[in-house]
């Protein structure tokens, strides 16, 4: 009997040291910055962090339907349903803190696709970056968010355009398109809207232009007179940018036609404008202005596809201009995750420094966008910008 028994113990000991030798051992994570596992039936977990509550809503929820839209395209990662957890941005700095820190509470989230303003992507992208998170934003724009001398932050990455490319862009549409010499431009102290009108006014006089004023109002400002007036005083300017959000946007924009000497400015904005809620913000007032913003001309099947699961699930057209932009970032982060993780068995373990490097290595990666490549600070983006004017409560794309 004990022949018997010590012969079975010798049989199971081998048995595991078989399974140990063909990788049955508990798997050792070496990443640097620590690992994601997923166990059978386990989701993968990614975040959302876009603006979806407040004037600027259709901005991050346009962008949240991108989101979705590519989850249910995709339907699994190397076997695993993905489960989205959804947080709003605020579009605030508050709120891009708070939302960083409640998705970093949560290890079993790998990946992040926010936020929608740049004045929340900048407190957002410390937090989770510090907690060794990735995140990859639709709709930041700000020049400073991949600037290594600014506010960038290892693990931040975005689809979006820098504003370098669309103020220059507008700037350029001024002066060659309409022939305006003089130009004044208005932001709310936004890295966003201070970083692109900052861009739009050096490239303007970079071009031979005059800049008559650069100016700001506070965000929450119901009464844009005093700003207007002073713009007015200086110039007045044939043509006024001012790249704010749609309340600020609207107030901006009817009251500049109470202000003397500037009924015949040119109006103007940018894409954190371009939305149904803005046309209604602006109102009458808002007939025949101006908007910058990403050439939404994409085309391919994939797009087609894209915008007839859009108006299947939501009942409309996209109700903002990110939409694709969110679709590729989350594509990007899919993609990451099957080419990282180590899968054992029905398990995957995804390192965190993997899932960043990756990130960074991007190369051209076919969205719907465009193609993307991204450098070492996290631009991504196949930059195409285009001006479109209002026309009947519709923008309508003119240039180029």
């Known amino acids: 009997m004990k022949k018997k028994l010590f012969v079975i113990l010798s049989l199971l ?11 049955g051992s508990k798997f050792e994570c070496e990443d640097e910055i620590g690992c994601v596992t997923y166990g059978p039936d386990e989701p993968i977990r990614i975040a959302s962090a876009l603006v979806i509550s407040g004037p600027n809503t259709d901005l991050g929820t346009d962008s949240q339907y991108g989101v979705e839209i590519a989850i249910a395209f995709k339907e699994t990662v190397l076997g695993h349903e993905i489960e989205l957890q959804a947080e709003d941005d605020g579009c605030s700095a508050e709120g891009g803190q708070a939302a960083g820190q409640k998705i970093v509470s949560d290890p079993t989230i790998i990946g992040v696709v926010g936020t929608s303003c740049s004045g929340a992507g900048v407190p957002m992208s410390k937090v989770i970056s510090d907690a060794g998170y990735a995140m990859v934003s639709p709709s930041n724009t700000a020049p400073s968010l991949t600037s290594p001398d600014e506010a960038w932050n290892p693990g931040y990455l975005r689809t979006a355009h820098n ?5 220059k862009a507008m700037a350029e ?6 022939g305006v010499t003089t130009a004044a431009a208005i932001h709310d102290g936004d890295p966003y809207t201070e970083g692109l009108a900052r861009v739009f006014a050096d490239e303007f006089e970079a071009m031979g232009g005059t800049i008559v004023e650069f100016t700001a109002v506070n965000k929450g400002d119901t009464d844009m007179r005093p700003v207007l007036a002073a713009v007015a ?7 006024l940018y001012y790249p704010v959000f749609t309340a600020e946007g609207g107030f901006l924009t ?9 009924e015949d400015t040119i109006l103007s904005a940018a894409d ?14 808002g007939e025949g202005m101006y908007f910058s913003g990403p050439d939404l001309s994409f085309s391919g099947g994939v797009y087609e596809d894209f915008i ?10 996209p109700i903002s201009v ?3 932009h969110s679709f590729d970032a989350a594509n990007m982060i899919f993609a990451c995750i099957e080419e990282v993780a180590v899968q054992d068995g029905d398990t995957i373990h995804i390192g965190r420094q993997d899932m960043r490097t990756c990130l960074y290595a991007t190369s051209g990666f076919e969205g719907i966008t465009g193609t993307l490549t991204c450098d070492e600070y996290g631009d991504c983006a196949d930059p195409k910008i285009s001006v479109s004017q209002l026309t009947g409560g519709e923008y309508t794309p003119i240039w180029p």
């Open 13 to 23: 000991l081998l048995a595991v040291l078989a399974l140990s030798a063909c990788g």
């Open 163 to 167: 504003d370098k490319v669309q103020g």
């Open 173 to 178: 549409f001024a002066l060659n398109e309409l």
């Open 233 to 239: 005083a200086a110039g007045p300017p044939e043509f």
């Open 254 to 262: 009817k009251q500049a036609k109470e202000v003397s000497g500037l």
């Open 272 to 285: 954190g404008m371009i939305s149904s809620a803005a046309a209604e913000a602006v109102g009458e007032a």
């Open 308 to 317: 007839a699961k859009y108006i299947e699930d939501y009942g409309s057209e």
């Open 322 to 324: 990110f939409h694709a």
